[in-house]
C-alpha cells in the first residue's frame, strides 16, 4: 500500500501518466456532475483547451447551466451609459414604473442595480433623471436557458407589462454573462433622439425577457426552432418607425426582427407553444418574479382570443398578401449566404456559403443573408458547441445599408458593429459622446463585453463574478486627450482603444484575466506584439457624425500604430485593411 | 491505515456484542469492514448522516456495495483523522450546486491527505465522496484532480480519464482556431 502511493506520487509529480492505465477503469466511469466539479475548478485557459479532448467534455463545457459554474474570464455586467458616474448609478436604487391593466402606472423602488442584477434575475439600468428605468430580465438566472424574443403587443394592452422608457441620450450596451446569455439592444436611445420617449415593452415571464419596440410590424425568428414567425402589432404604441429594425440573440436563440413591416403572423402555434411553457411555468414565474398567475391566465386568453381573431377574420391571409414580395425570414434563412471576406490586404472576397441555418450551428458563425445585393452580416455564434450558442448582436435587418463585418482570414472571428444612424433618414443622429462598440469574444461569449468609454475620465466597470468593480480607468495620461475609448472584448482579453485628440496615436490596452488577479495592464506592446490578436476598433467621427464611421477588424502586426494607419472612410461600415 | 484496516476487522465479532456503539462500521463492495465514529461520519457525510438517523445502520457492517474497499479507507481514514477539523457537512452542502464563489482552497492536511494518494485511489475517493455525500472531501479531491489537469494538453487528458479522441482531425484544428487564445503558453 504504501510502496504504491510513493510509486503513484511520483508519477503524479512527473505528470499524469504514470497512472492512468489503472486509473482508466474508474475514471471511464466518472459521472458528468464529478466531471463538471473538477472542471469547475479550472483556469478559463484550461477549461476552453479542454473542450478539444472530447466531443462530450465540449458538451459538459459549454452548457449554459454548467457555465455558470465554470471560471469565467472578465465576466460582468457592464454597464455603460454616458451621463454621471457608472458607479453611482449602478448602486442607486431603482426607479421603476410598471402597469397594470387599467393602464395606471406604479412606481416602484428597487434595489440598486448591482445587487438586484443577479439575485432577482433582473438586470435594470438606473434613469439618469427623474424618467423611469429601464429594466429588463436576466433570463438565466430562472433557469439557466434564457431567450428572447418579441412580444405581440397586442397582448399588451390587457396585460400587465414593465414599461420601459429610455432617455434619448442615451445609448448603452449590458451583459451580464455570469447570469447566462443576455444583452439588450440598446437602440433606444439613438432612435428616439430626435423624437420622444420610446415605449419599450417588456415581459417578464419565468424563462424569458420578450420586448416589443414600436413597430408596426415585427419579424422574429427563433433559432432553436429553426422558425422564424411576425408578429403584427394593431396596437402602434411606437412611432412606427419603419425603417428599424434590430435582433438578438438569447441562449441559443437567435431572434431577430424587421421593421419593415409586410409581414403578419405566420406561425401563432409557435407562439402557443410558449404560452405553454410559460404556463407550466408558472409557479416558477411567480414565485421569482411576482407575476401573477392572473397575469399569465390574462395573457395566455389574449393569446386564444388572438388567434380565434385572426381566424374568423382571416387577417393573416389578408395582410400576408398586402406584403410587399419580400423574401420570407425563412427563405433568407435558408438561403445561401453572400459573404464578403476580407484579407490584410484590404481585398474582398465574396463567399457563398451554406444557409444560415446550417451555417449557424456548425462552423460557429451566424450570418444573415442580405436583403439586396449589399454584402451580408456575418456574426458568429460563439457556441462552438454545436447548437448551444450565446448572445450575439446583430445588425438590423432591412436597414438600407447593412454593415459588411468581415471575417479576417485565418480565424474565427468576426465582429458585428452596429450601424450608424443617419440623419437624413428621419432618424437622430448619434450623439458624439453616444458612439458604440459591439464585439465579441467567440470563444468565451455568452460572456461578449462591449462597451463604451465616453468621454469621462473615470471609469469603473463592475463585475458579475466577483461582485467587485474591476477597473478603474483613469490612468489614460496625459498628453493625449482621449476622444473615444472602447473597449472590446476579444480572444479572451478586453481591449482598450484610446484616440488621441490628434489622430496621432492609438493607444490600446488588454485585460488579462486570470484565476488569480484581474488586473488591466495598459501595455502597448503587449499587445501589438502579439500578431494573432485581432484588434476591433471603432472610430466614430465624433463631430461629423454623418460623415465617418470606421470600423477596423485587423490583425496587429506591427509594434506600433497610428491613427493615420487606419484610413478614415466616408461610408459607414466600409472596412478599412490593414493599410 | 493497515492498522485501522487490521483493527476494523478484529473488532468485528465482539461490536455485534455491543449496543449502543459511537461508531459505525462500514462494509466495502468487497467485504472489508472499517470502523469510523459516528459523530464524525454523520457530521462529515450527508449520506451517512441520513442512514444513522434513519436508522439504516447495519451494525454488522452497512453495505456500501459501490465503494471500494481502498476508497472506503481513504474515506474512513479521512474522517477519523481530521473529523475535528472540518465544519458540518450541512454547513457547506448547500455551496456545491449553486455556489459561484471562489472555491475553498483544501487546507494543508487536506493537501497532505490527497497528494499521498494514487491516481486510482484519488478518482475513486472522488466518486466515494460524491456518493457519500462529502461535500468538502468532494471539493479536495476535485481540486486535487483539477490541479493535476493544469498545463497539460488534451492529449494527456484524455489518457488520464481515458477518453477516446472522436474529433476529427478537421474539427480539432477548428476548435483550436477558435480558441487559439486557449492554446498560447503562458
Known amino acids: ?579 | 491505515m493497515e492498522v485501522d484496516k487490521g483493527k476494523g476487522e478484529a473488532e468485528e465479532t465482539r461490536k455485534v456484542a455491543e449496543a449502543d456503539r459511537d461508531t459505525v462500521t462500514l462494509k466495502s463492495s468487497d467485504g472489508k469492514l472499517f470502523e469510523v465514529s459516528k459523530e464524525a461520519a454523520a457530521r462529515l457525510s450527508t449520506v451517512l448522516a441520513g442512514m444513522i438517523a434513519g436508522g439504516s445502520i447495519d451494525d454488522n457492517g452497512t453495505d456500501l456495495k459501490q465503494i471500494g474497499s481502498e476508497a472506503l479507507e481513504n474515506v474512513v481514514d479521512y474522517c477519523n483523522k481530521h473529523a475535528n477539523s472540518i465544519p458540518s457537512a450541512a454547513l457547506i452542502s448547500s455551496s456545491i450546486s449553486f455556489n459561484t464563489a471562489p472555491f475553498k482552497e483544501p487546507e494543508e492536511w487536506e493537501r497532505k491527505f490527497v497528494d499521498r494518494l494514487s491516481h486510482d485511489a484519488l478518482f475513486d475517493l472522488v466518486e466515494a465522496a460524491n456518493f457519500l455525500g462529502m461535500e468538502r472531501l468532494l471539493d479536495v479531491t476535485c481540486h486535487k484532480i483539477s490541479e493535476m489537469m493544469k498545463g497539460k494538453s488534451p492529449d494527456q487528458i484524455r489518457e488520464v480519464f481515458n477518453i477516446k479522441n472522436d474529433y476529427t482531425k478537421e474539427e480539432l484544428e477548428e476548435i483550436r482556431q477558435e480558441l487559439a487564445w486557449a492554446f498560447y503558453d503562458d
Open chain 1, 1 to 579: 500500500m504504501d510502496n504504491t502511493t510513493a510509486d503513484s506520487t511520483a508519477a503524479l509529480h512527473l505528470g499524469m501518466e504514470g497512472g492512468s492505465r489503472h486509473a482508466a477503469a474508474a475514471v471511464a466511469a466518472l459521472p458528468d456532475d464529478l466531471i463538471v466539479e473538477i472542471l469547475a475548478r479550472l483556469s478559463a485557459k484550461s477549461l476552453y483547451r479542454f473542450t478539444c479532448v472530447s466531443r462530450a467534455w465540449r458538451a459538459l463545457i459549454s452548457d449554459p447551466a454548467n457555465r455558470r459554474r465554470f471560471a469565467q474570464t472578465l465576466s460582468g455586467l457592464f454597464v455603460s451609459l454616458p451621463d454621471g458616474p457608472l458607479r453611482e448609478m449602478m448602486e442607486a436604487p431603482l426607479k421603476i414604473k410598471t402597469c397594470n391593466d387599467e393602464g395606471e402606472w406604479t412606481p416602484v423602488v428597487s434595489e440598486p442595480l448591482m445587487y438586484k442584477s443577479w439575485q432577482l434575475g433582473f438586470l435594470a439600468l438606473p434613469a439618469i433623471s427623474d424618467s423611469p428605468s429601464v429594466i429588463a430580465h436576466v433570463p438565466a438566472i430562472a433557469d439557466g436557458k434564457g431567450s428572447n424574443r418579441m412580444i405581440p403587443s397586442v397582448l399588451t394592452q390587457q396585460t400587465e407589462w414593465v414599461r420601459v422608457d429610455v432617455i434619448p441620450s442615451n445609448s448603452y450596451t449590458t451583459s451580464a454573462p455570469l447570469a447566462g446569455d443576455w444583452i439588450l439592444e440598446q437602440d433606444f436611445g439613438s432612435e428616439l433622439g430626435a423624437v420622444e420617449i420610446h415605449p419599450t415593452l417588456f415581459e417578464v415571464t419565468g424563462e424569458c425577457l420578450l420586448y416589443s419596440l414600436g413597430f408596426e410590424r415585427s419579424d422574429s425568428y427563433l433559432a432553436r426552432l429553426g422558425r422564424g414567425f411576425s408578429n403584427l402589432n394593431q396596437n402602434q404604441l411606437g412611432l412606427g418607425c419603419g425603417h428599424h429594425g434590430s435582433s438578438e440573440a438569447f441562449g441559443s436563440d437567435l431572434d431577430f426582427v424587421d421593421g419593415h413591416g409586410g409581414r403578419v403572423m405566420e406561425n401563432m402555434d409557435l407562439l402557443f407553444a410558449r404560452v405553454g411553457e410559460i404556463a407550466q411555468n408558472q409557479e416558477k414565474s411567480e414565485a421569482q418574479f411576482g407575476v401573477s398567475s392572473k397575469v399569465i391566465e390574462q395573457m395566455m386568453q389574449d393569446q386564444q382570443r388572438m388567434l380565434k381573431m385572426i381566424e374568423a377574420n382571416g387577417k393573416a391571409g389578408h395582410r400576408r398578401q398586402e406584403s410587399p414580395p419580400s423574401p420570407t425570414l425563412r427563405e433568407m434563412v435558408e438561403a445561401p449566404l453572400k459573404i464578403k471576406t476580407c484579407n490584410d490586404e484590404g481585398e474582398w472576397t465574396p463567399v457563398v456559403s451554406e444557409p444560415l441555418m446550417y451555417k449557424s450551428w456548425q462552423l460557429g458563425f451566424l450570418a444573415l443573408p442580405a436583403i439586396s445585393d449589399s454584402p451580408s452580416v456575418i456574426a458568429h455564434i460563439p457556441a462552438i458547441a454545436g447548437g448551444k450558442g450565446s448572445v450575439t448582436p446583430l445588425p438590423a435587418l432591412g436597414l438600407p445599408r447593412l454593415a459588411p463585418v468581415p471575417a479576417p482570414p485565418g480565424t474565427a472571428v468576426a465582429a458585428v458593429l452596429r450601424r450608424v444612424q443617419s440623419s437624413h433618414q428621419g432618424v437622430a443622429c448619434l450623439a458624439p459622446t453616444e458612439t458604440q462598440t459591439r464585439g465579441f469574444d467567440p470563444v468565451v461569449s455568452p460572456e461578449f463585453h462591449v462597451f463604451q468609454l465616453v468621454q469621462e475620465p473615470n471609469y469603473e466597470l463592475s463585475s458579475s463574478e466577483t461582485g467587485r468593480w474591476v477597473f478603474k480607468e483613469g490612468d489614460w495620461s496625459g498628453n493625449d486627450m482621449r476622444l473615444t475609448g472602447h473597449m472590446t472584448y476579444f480572444n479572451g482579453f478586453l481591449h482598450f482603444c484610446i484616440i488621441s485628440n490628434s489622430g496621432q496615436s492609438c493607444r490600446v490596452s488588454r485585460v488579462r484575466h486570470d484565476a488569480i488577479a484581474r488586473r488591466i495592464l495598459l501595455s502597448v506592446e503587449e499587445l501589438f506584439g502579439r500578431s494573432l490578436f485581432q484588434l476591433l476598433l471603432l472610430k466614430l467621427g465624433l463631430f461629423q457624425p454623418l460623415l465617418t464611421s470606421t470600423s477596423l477588424l485587423l490583425p496587429l502586426r506591427r509594434r506600433s500604430a497610428t491613427f493615420t494607419d487606419f484610413p478614415l472612410l466616408t461610408t459607414p461600415w466600409e472596412l478599412a485593411g490593414d493599410a
